[in-house]
């Protein structure tokens, strides 16, 4: 899409802090970040919203979410459980529509984590 941000980002005409790349995923760290650690994950493909998503995307999204906490751990947020302790953690989030409070109609994924309170 010629006015899509993530888009942009994606093809490299805008810079970003990348995270992670490869052919179907952009990892960037949000340039407004509501957490120490927050990340976007975004498939290269222009998918409106998460609504928008269908059959053919289900290996798509499941490599976002499968993504996430890999690269919350890289930075620092992951989530352990040894005997009955856990720590640290990460929030993941998708926003779909107006009302999901969407602001870049490019399905993404947020990903957030760091010590609290944040």
Not at 2 to 24: T, W
Not at 103 to 118: I, K, T
Request: charged residues 20%; hydrophobic residues 35%.
């Amino acid at each position: 899409m010629d006015n899509c941000i993530f888009c942009k980002i994606a093809s490299g005409k805008i810079p970003a802090k990348l995270v992670y790349e490869d052919q179907e995923l952009i990892a960037f760290h949000d340039i407004n970040p509501s957490a120490p650690v927050h990340f976007l994950i975004v498939p290269r493909e222009h998918i409106p919203t998460l609504a928008d998503s269908r059959d053919n995307h289900a290996e798509l999204l499941g490599k976002m979410m499968l993504l996430a906490p890999k690269l919350a751990t890289e930075l620092g947020c992951g989530y352990t459980s040894e005997a009955g302790k856990s720590s640290g953690g990460f929030k993941s989030l998708i926003n779909t529509g107006p009302d999901g409070g969407q602001e870049v109609y490019h399905l993404h994924m947020h990903v957030m984590g760091g010590s609290r309170p944040w």
